[in-house]
């Protein structure tokens, strides 16, 4: 049997702990730059140019239409392939963009779903007062679909944190990359569970912040 499950988390946990943190670290720069990206796009596809929408439709239903795993093995492998002047950046960057990418995707629904939750006549009545589209969608309808939206961003960035195992398959220094790294200290199924188990907790932990996130805002309608 070898060590016990607690004996090798006292022994390396700052292994484990720098892994978690690397971990939240990704989840946070994906979920971050995903809804400067995702906000861009969900106001693309709210576009009347029905073209125009059609792109950003595209983008969307590509990137949650397939798994994330490809989606990083294409940006690790195929764009320093297509560019070569792009071979010197460290391809921790591109799986990265294929995270963002990803989270960009699922972050422009929940964006197009709170910008259309905003009444319809707020927007008619700023732009009869003669506030242009630009303004109208950035002080009357953004700051109110923000309150609608953080819950389910919240969510998404849950979602993303356990997402984020599949990077240590690049070598990513992350929670289920730690594995890899015992591995080589022939501890093969406590890590697993170790990880299984701090996974859990965060998640547990997170979740309970989102739910006090949504009980303030309800008290707050």
Not at 153 to 180: C, D, H, W
Request: aromatic share 12%; charged share 15%.
């Amino acid at each position: 049997m070898g060590k016990g499950i607690f004996e090798v988390l006292f022994e390396y946990y700052p292994i484990f702990l720098q892994g978690l943190l690397g971990t939240l670290k990704f989840a946070f720069i994906a979920v971050f730059f995903g809804t400067l990206v995702g906000t861009l796009v969900a106001i693309v596809n709210l576009s009347k140019n029905k073209y125009v929408s059609a792109i950003a439709t595209v983008y969307v239903n590509v990137l949650r239409g397939t798994p994330l795993l490809v989606q990083m093995y294409i940006a690790y492998f195929f764009i320093p392939m297509a560019i070569p002047a792009l071979n010197s950046i460290d391809k921790v960057y591109y799986v990265l963009l294929a995270l963002i990418l990803n989270s960009s995707a699922y972050v422009s629904e929940i964006i197009r779903g709170g910008i259309n939750s905003v009444d319809r006549g707020q927007i008619e009545a700023a732009r009869s007062l003669g506030m242009t589209a630009s303004h109208t969608m950035t002080k009357i309808v953004l700051p109110q679909a923000v309150k609608n939206i953080l819950p389910a961003l919240a969510n998404e960035y849950i979602a993303m944190v356990k997402e984020t195992s599949l990077a240590g398959t690049f070598m990513l220094y992350e929670l289920m990359y730690t594995r890899t790294l015992l591995a080589n200290k022939y501890l093969v199924w406590q890590p697993l569970f170790i990880i299984a188990g701090i996974y859990l907790v965060v998640t547990l932990v997170l979740s309970w912040i989102v739910k006090q996130m949504e009980k303030r805002f309800r008290k707050s309608d």
